[in-house]
């Protein structure tokens, strides 16, 4: 008969594997909880990082939204700001230009001034005075050497004020340029997604780069650029209108001496021909008491001539009755006649060779003052032109050169070197 064998080792009761089953089961279902509890746990998880995720995208893109407005209102504070500094250095360089033209211009009014001080040097004798005219000449060359200083200040004024809005707009420029170069990126930015291509991950993407500045800095940078473009533009405005006003008041100082220097001319000039005249007056009447003087002379010689006929025949009965003889040689009334007759002609001849004498002498002082008023008339003459050429001259300063016809000389009719072509032709066929 067989018998069972028995392998060797442990036996569990049955109570043990009851409480081993419960085991299991009691693990399984504290698994199965926990996990349930991590499931559900996940899920919020899940959905809150999900939310978060969306709402962190959502904020994030309206703050790049807002940051982007916000760089696009100082672009166009500093695009307006730009503009008014480009038309500001426009109108300040054209009123820069027009005070160039300005101390040009003071060129032919002084080259005038001078050359009328030069003509007046060839006055000759008592005609060369330091008189109103010069005095007036002097304070014109005075005042158009100011007015170029003052306008020369302006220019550089103008000059280096262009510098400074040149230097503000630079400035501008590169923060106008900064800011389209951000909007540029933060609207790419703005319009990525996660569907969008080169979408990865990069090195340190949290890392602060060097040079960066808080929002205050970026503000207060973008606030004094534009604060001191428009600090320059109103300094601009303000020159330019000290130069117009500049400008303005040379010109009045200028035509106002210029005034003063013509009616100086024309009070020394109607001078100068009230003085001619005169000498031309004393001139007539001089030649006529030299013509009279001369018929007188002539008469007084004659005369003289004439005396000597009686005085020699009175000499002869005088010298005759010296022969009567003896006791006949008598003083009687014929002798006394004869000897106060010859006295009488004697006197008369002395005292008309006395004043044939004084005539002579008076004659030769007419001669002499004739002379002097001949030459003081020359030199009258000689000033009459040298001011009327100097008039003729300034006219330039009231008329374009174009226009301008120098006159002819106003005691040498004839001479053409004073005439326009056309009127010197005129002579020549008159």
């Known amino acids: 008969m067989a018998t069972l064998s028995l392998k060797p080792g442990s036996r569990f009761s049955v109570p043990d594997w009851h409480t081993n089953n419960a085991l299991i089961s009691t693990n399984a279902e504290r698994q199965r909880s926990a996990s349930h509890q991590i499931r559900q746990e996940a899920r919020s998880l899940r959905n809150e990082t999900n939310n978060q995720t969306k709402w962190n995208e959502h904020d994030n893109s309206t703050r790049l939204s807002d940051r982007i407005d916000e760089v696009e209102k100082w672009k166009q504070a500093l695009d307006k700001c730009l503009t008014d500094v480009d038309t500001e250095i426009d109108a300040l360089t054209l009123m820069k230009d027009e005070a160039e033209r300005a101390l040009q211009a ?17 006055r000759r004798t008592i005609d060369l005075v330091k008189d109103l005219v010069e005095e007036e000449l002097h304070k014109e060359v005075e005042v158009i050497e100011g007015i170029r200083k003052a306008l020369q200040q302006k220019i550089s004024e103008a000059f280096e004020q262009l510098c400074l809005l040149q230097e503000s707009r630079q400035q501008l420029t590169w923060d106008e340029r900064d800011k389209s170069e951000t909007i540029e990126i933060d609207q790419t930015c703005l319009s990525l997604t996660k569907h969008s291509p080169n979408i990865s991950l990069k090195v340190d993407p949290t890392r602060v780069s060097y040079g960066t500045t808080s929002p205050q800095e970026w503000e207060q940078f973008s606030h004094y650029n534009k604060e001191r473009a428009e600090a320059e533009v109103r ?11 500049t400008i303005a008041q040379t010109k009045n100082e200028l035509d106002a001496q210029r005034q003063a220097v013509e009616f100086a001319y024309r009070k020394r000039i109607h001078e100068f021909e009230k003085a001619h005249k005169e000498l031309k007056w004393q001139e007539k009447n001089t030649k006529e008491e030299i013509e009279e003087l001369e018929e007188d002379i002539r ?8 005396k000597t006929g009686p005085l020699n025949l009175a000499h002869i009965p005088l010298e005759r009755c010296t022969y009567r003889p003896n006791v006949d040689l008598c003083r ?28 002579q002498d008076a004659l030769d002082a007419l001669y002499k003052h004739l002379a002097r008023i001949e030459a003081d008339i020359k030199c009258k003459e000689n000033s009459l032109n ?17 226009k301008y016809v120098p006159t002819m000389d106003s005691f040498n009719p004839t001479s053409n070197h004073h005439l326009s072509p056309l009127k010197s032709k005129q002579l020549e066929l008159a």
């Not at 008469?299 to 004439?306: A, G, K, W």
């Not at 000897?339 to 060779?353: N, P, R």
């Open 386 to 402: 040298l001011n009327n050429k100097c008039i003729d001259t300034r006219r330039k300063l009231t008329m374009p050169m174009e």
């Open 299 to 306: 008469r007084l010689e004659s005369d003289l001539r004439e």
């Open 106 to 122: 003071k060129n032919v009014p002084l080259d005038t001034a001078i050359e009328c001080l030069t003509l007046r040097e060839s």
């Open 235 to 245: 300094a601009s405005a303000q020159l330019r209108e000290a130069i117009a006003l």
């Open 332 to 359: 009687d009334q014929v002798q006394y006649g004869l000897t106060d007759e010859v006295q009488q002609l004697e006197g008369t001849i002395t005292a008309l060779k006395q004043k044939l004498a004084q005539s």
